[in-house]
């Protein structure tokens, strides 16, 4: 009497827990995946981090002097032209008849960061990723004109860019757009750059080429070869 039965008072370790599924177990351990999507995160923060940190590489493009030039009735280019677009208030227009930044008189575009317009009475036609030197002629109609709101803007155009996670650089897309001035010209259009080496970020670099005639021929005429005697 008084004497405590056998086992009480006695304590055991405790078994790991494991609850029976269709016959077998589960464990409390974390699954595979879990650790797998972590490392996975893990991994992405310093990518993005290690991005935002490195020094980025400019192209070596200068500003180009602005010296405007009558084109004339000609076709003119290829012309690669670079130009300060990094206000946040003014647009920097640019005039192919002249074939330069132009502060007064008539214009044919004009850039603002990464926006781009074309002047009223004008507009842009996205032709995608083809070769700048394979168009040789523009189409005669399709050309957008300028989206007006708080923040102007040419649907032609639009996100000429792309944007990346790892550099947070924009990259032209490398498309080629045609252009149709208000006063019925023509020019195909190239965007190159965002950045240069003079002013960093929001200077734009394109090509184009020009034809002062009126025609929608921007490119040479394609001879076909001669027939054999």
């Known amino acids: 009497m008084g004497k405590p039965a056998r ?5 055991h370790p405790t078994a790991e827990l494991r609850i029976p599924v269709h016959g077998g177990g589960v464990s409390t351990r974390p699954p595979i995946l879990v650790l ?3 490392l996975a995160f893990v991994l992405l923060i310093a990518a993005l981090l290690i991005g935002s940190l490195a020094q980025p590489e400019f192209p070596a493009y200068a500003l180009t002097a602005p010296h405007p030039r009558v084109a004339g009735d000609t076709l ?8 300060d677009a990094s206000s946040t208030e003014q647009w920097r227009r640019f005039d192919f008849g002249r074939g330069a930044v132009v502060d007064s008189g008539g214009w044919d575009l004009a850039f603002r960061r990464f926006h781009l317009i074309a002047a009223p009475g004008g507009g842009i036609l996205d032709l995608g990723p083809a070769p700048f030197d394979s168009v040789r002629e523009l189409p005669a109609s399709g050309y957008l004109p300028n ?10 155009v639009g996100k000429w860019y ?3 996670m790892l550099t947070h650089l924009l990259t032209s897309k490398r498309h080629v757009y045609g252009v149709r001035t208000a006063d019925g010209r023509y020019a195909k259009l190239e965007l190159l750059a965002y950045y240069c080496k003079d002013v960093g970020t929001a200077c734009i670099t ?3 080429a020009y034809q002062g005639n009126g025609t929608p021929r921007v490119g040479p005429q394609s001879h076909a070869p001669s027939p054999s005697p």
Do not use: H, I, Q, W
């Open 7 to 11: 086992g009480e008072g006695e304590l």
């Open 206 to 208: 394109f090509r184009y």
């Open 36 to 38: 797998v999507v972590g």
């Open 76 to 83: 003119l280019g290829a012309v690669t032209y670079t130009l």
């Open 162 to 164: 792309g944007y990346s």
């Open 147 to 156: 989206t007006t709101g708080p923040d102007t803007t040419n649907p032609g």
